[in-house]
């Protein structure tokens, strides 16, 4: 009786080890089948063209996305110009000067900003910027992906100020150095490695970004026009070209997305393998 | 000539009193601007809120041209893509979890979480169009076919496939949270302290009960944190859903039907609203997601700073 | 760590009739008191530190001698918790006066700690002008390279580093590495050098360098070490404090004098239980 009882319960155990295992093994097999796809059908669809011209209107051949590709760097940069002081100062205040209440109503916030939806923060750029005034822009686009990447620079900035020993605090003090200078002398050097983790993180989360876009930057047909006109983006021609019924147009979309792919993809891992390293 | 400074010096430097000042102006400022996300939509969405009151919540009319505006229909296709994510993720992530925390090679871990992780990477447009393209014609046949022909007697697989609706917005999403919910779940497993598992093993206890009966229950509030983390992410998500579920606007059973989330409406008719009422519609429509994932994302946070307390507490 | 001065105490701290002529470095202290939060950690020090000599600071661990030395250039007030009444007479002026500026207080007393702290994303040359450069004090390139030198040579680690300038602080040894952070404490030219316990970390042979160090330094500056080896201090310095802890636990003077008065003749029976090995 025993016996049975035992061959049953090893055979339970079998079973849902090996579901575990293959849950596992699933996750990676879903990513292997989408990075895949956009792999070979991006592949396929991209050529000089695709990177020198703009756009051409819906059921004419041929045609590309460069002014996309510069409105998405335009509004990364634009982003991460924002975010940076606000982050790494917020990221200072925290690790440095805030006592522990303020500290983590601080923190808490940033959590919680991190968590708002993408769309809700576009149409709050909506309402802020754009509708007074009076015109979609790269400017509003560029807040709105600040708002969303602020929170990212400034939880990593603060843990990364954290990790610098007290004793080099100490150190650079007992120097008779004042102490806004100590900081940024000593400390955010010492710190400089995560600070810049993360905002690749932060830039490889934002490139990406397509919803904040649709009520901010709108997209343009005139190529760019300049900070305060609507520009265009890979991740919003993508999402245009793919939801229109012209098959060239889908071929487009692979092509940005192996591009978008390659850009946040290659920055995500290029983090995560060093900060890795660090931590052993 | 090198001027050494010898003497007693003015007292405070200006500069040392100005910078903590200045640090947290900015500190502050990610506060302000949580409130002011609040403040900015109530005001924007203003115009819908004083015409429709709470009809605005449960009527499922959509009509610009009558300026009729009902959320339900978004509100539901909402609950339900997110309820079916998370029915079809939890499993997988929980299992996934189990096997990179209590199962998996040293060797193994650090590459296979850093995959895992590579997924949350993927930006939301991309996984859409994968899904619009590749998804959704297997999601029509064979997935729906079989469903709707073997299951069919279900109000669940009712109607003609059509490959974009409910059931391929809730496997997009379910692919989007697992990485997080994983993740999570990882960590809230590797806290359980050895000696639980060994006194479980010690007793005779396979590797499953061992997992079942004393690691899961030890960390069940990191677990059901990470879950409603990832029910969070799942609310708010955008572009993957609108271009899979197609843009139908009824309240419906059918996991066939093409439906609406509250963000791919927004995202949808945006482009289309001309009237004062329509753009206050639509704000008012943010404003109910803003206010649905923070309270989820504020229990989910207080769960797993809870957890970290107690395990502090303990130690 | 936030800044805490002693703002409350009226006392005054000058005693009239003393004249002490400016920049001479002599170091009083009267009634010193110092605590962390609400535990006392030091009680009613009071005696007056030779200058151009080698002061040691010796007693058991735990008897708040660290802190004690930490009070003297104001580093103490940066711990967290940090607090100080009495007086500490600097040029016969108090230095925990209300108008003084700590800043200046730690570039007239400089400071090394017990593990060697180089500043690690700087290079040798880098870390030993940190004090300089970080106040902009310094105004041509040629003049830093004067002095980076002249503190090597004085620290007796310019023939080892000299070809290295460029390299990492981290890339030297323990010894190399305290005797760095020597240089770089003087290119500042303070009068006073205090040393917290500074050989604890290194091996005997770089210990013996750093007491042929400081013999040469005290020709020209004051130096106070804290030190929990007794051999060291006999070795060493030519005036001793001895430090007990109180049946309270805060660390009260016993004994200063001479050292070797101290050594071969001391007034106080704890102190001769000390020297002798009876306990500590």
Redesign the interface.
């Given at each position: 009786m025993a016996d049975t009882g035992y061959g049953r319960?090893?055979l339970?155990?079998r079973t849902?080890?090996s579901?575990?295992?293959?849950?596992?093994g699933?996750?990676?097999i879903?990513?292997a089948?989408?990075l895949g796809?956009?792999l070979v059908q991006g592949i396929s669809s991209l050529d000089i063209d695709f990177l020198m011209q703009a756009a051409k209107p819906m059921g004419e051949a041929g045609g590309g996305m460069r002014d996309e590709i510069f409105g998405t760097l335009i509004l990364v940069t634009l982003g991460t110009l924002i975010s940076l002081?606000?982050g790494l100062?917020?990221g200072?205040?925290?690790a440095?000067?805030?006592?522990p209440r303020?500290a983590t109503?601080?923190q808490?916030?940033?959590?919680?900003?991190a968590?708002?939806?993408?769309?809700?923060?576009g149409?709050?750029a909506y309402?802020?910027l754009v509708?007074p005034m009076h015109s979609y822009s790269a400017l509003s686009a560029g807040v709105a992906l600040a708002?969303i990447m602020?929170?990212i620079v400034?939880r990593t900035a603060e843990e990364s100020l954290r990790l610098v020993p007290n004793?080099?605090?100490?150190?650079?003090?007992?120097?008779?150095?004042?102490?806004?200078?100590?900081?940024i002398?000593?400390i955010i050097?010492?710190a400089?490695t995560g600070i810049v983790t993360g905002v690749m993180l932060g830039v490889?989360r934002i490139?990406?970004?397509?919803?904040p876009l649709?009520?901010t930057a709108l997209g343009s047909q005139f190529g760019v026009q300049g900070l305060l006109k609507p520009i265009g983006a890979l991740?919003l021609q993508?999402?245009r070209y793919?939801?229109s019924p012209d098959p060239d147009w889908?071929k487009q979309?692979?092509a940005a997305?192996f591009l978008?792919?390659l850009l946040?993809?290659g920055i995500?891992?290029l983090v995560?393998v060093v900060s890795?390293r660090r931590s052993i | 000539m090198l001027k050494n400074s010898s003497g007693f010096g003015r007292s405070g430097h200006l500069a040392d009193k100005i910078f903590p000042r200045l640090t947290m102006v900015f500190a502050l400022l990610i506060v302000v601007l949580l409130a002011g996300i609040l403040i900015v939509l109530n005001i924007d969405a203003f115009p819908a809120i004083r015409k429709f009151w709470l009809s605005f919540l449960v009527s499922t009319s959509w009509d610009p041209v009558k300026e009729q505006f009902g959320a339900l229909p978004a509100i539901y296709g909402t609950l339900l893509s997110s309820l079916l994510a998370l029915v079809i993720a939890v499993p997988v992530s929980l299992g996934a979890a189990i096997f990179l925390s209590e199962l998996s090679p040293r060797w193994l871990k650090g590459p296979a979480s850093l995959l895992i992780e590579l997924l949350a990477a993927i930006p939301s447009v991309i996984i859409g169009l994968w899904g619009l393209f590749v998804l959704v014609p297997v999601v029509r046949n064979p997935i729906e076919s079989w469903l709707g022909s073997k299951l069919g007697f279900l109000p669940f697989f009712q109607g003609p496939p059509f490959g974009v609706g409910f059931l391929a917005a809730g496997i997009i999403l379910a692919i989007m949270i697992i990485p997080i919910i994983t993740a999570l779940s990882r960590d809230a497993l590797s806290a359980v302290p050895n000696q639980q598992r060994e006194a479980m093993l010690a007793l005779g206890a396979t590797r499953w009960e061992t997992i079942r009966r004393t690691v899961l229950p030890y960390c069940r509030s990191g677990l059901i944190g990470a879950m409603i983390l990832g029910l969070g992410r799942a609310l708010g998500e955008t572009m993957a859903v609108t271009m899979v579920i197609g843009n139908g606007y009824k309240l419906t059973a059918s996991l066939f039907s093409p439906g609406t989330t509250i963000a791919s409406k927004i995202a949808a008719e945006f482009a289309e609203a001309d009237s004062q009422l329509f753009i206050a519609s639509l704000v008012e429509l943010a404003l109910v997601l803003f206010a649905v994932t923070l309270v989820v994302n504020v229990i989910a946070r207080l769960l797993v700073w809870r957890l970290t307390a107690v395990k502090e507490a303990r130690e | 760590m936030i800044d805490k001065s002693n703002q409350d105490t009226v006392q005054t701290c000058e005693i009239p009739g003393e004249e002490v002529p400016e920049g001479s470095g002599i170091l009083k202290v009267r009634g010193l008191n110092a605590w962390y939060d609400s535990t006392k950690a030091i009680k009613n020090i009071s005696l007056s530190i030779p200058e151009k000599a080698i002061t040691a600071i010796i007693g058991p661990s735990g008897c708040g001698k660290s802190t004690f030395i930490r009070c003297l250039n104001r580093m103490h007030e940066v711990s967290h918790g940090g607090r100080v009444e009495g007086c500490v007479l600097l040029d016969g002026k108090d230095i925990y006066a209300r108008d003084v500026d700590p800043v200046a207080i730690r570039r007239r007393i400089g400071m090394v700690f017990q593990k060697p702290a180089p500043f690690p994303t700087m290079s040798i040359f880098d870390n030993v002008s940190a004090g300089l450069r970080l106040t902009r004090v310094w105004s041509r390139r040629w003049e830093l390279e004067e002095i980076v030198e002249r503190s090597l040579r004085q620290a007796a680690l310019w023939d080892e580093v000299k070809d290295k300038l460029g390299q990492s602080g981290s890339s030297l040894s323990g010894g190399q590495q305290q005797r760095l952070c020597i240089a770089r404490a003087m290119a500042v030219e303070p009068e006073i050098i205090l040393l917290d316990e500074p050989c604890s970390a290194l091996d005997p042979a770089a210990t013996l360098k750093i007491e042929d160090l400081m013999r040469n330094l005290a020709d020209r500056y004051t130096i106070v070490i804290v030190t929990h080896n007794m051999q060291q201090a006999a070795r060493v310095s030519d005036m001793a404090a001895f430090f007990l802890a109180d049946t309270d636990r805060t660390g009260i003077l016993i004994e200063f004098g001479p050292t070797s008065q101290l050594f071969t003749n001391p007034k106080d029976k704890r102190t001769e239980d000390y020297i002798t090995g009876r306990f500590g």
């Open positions: 319960r090893k339970i155990n849902m080890l579901l575990c295992a293959i849950a596992a699933l996750s990676i879903v990513l089948l989408i796809y956009t002081p606000v100062m917020a200072i205040f925290v440095e000067f805030a006592g303020i109503a601080v808490f916030s940033a959590d919680i900003l968590g708002v939806p993408s769309i809700v923060v149409v709050f309402a802020v509708r708002v602020i929170p400034a004793f080099q605090r100490e150190a650079a003090l007992a120097l008779g150095i004042t102490r806004w200078r100590a900081i002398g000593v050097p010492g400089l490889a490139a990406g970004e397509t919803a649709i009520f991740p993508i999402y793919a939801m889908h979309a692979w997305a978008l792919m946040v993809l995500s891992i995560r890795r | - | -």
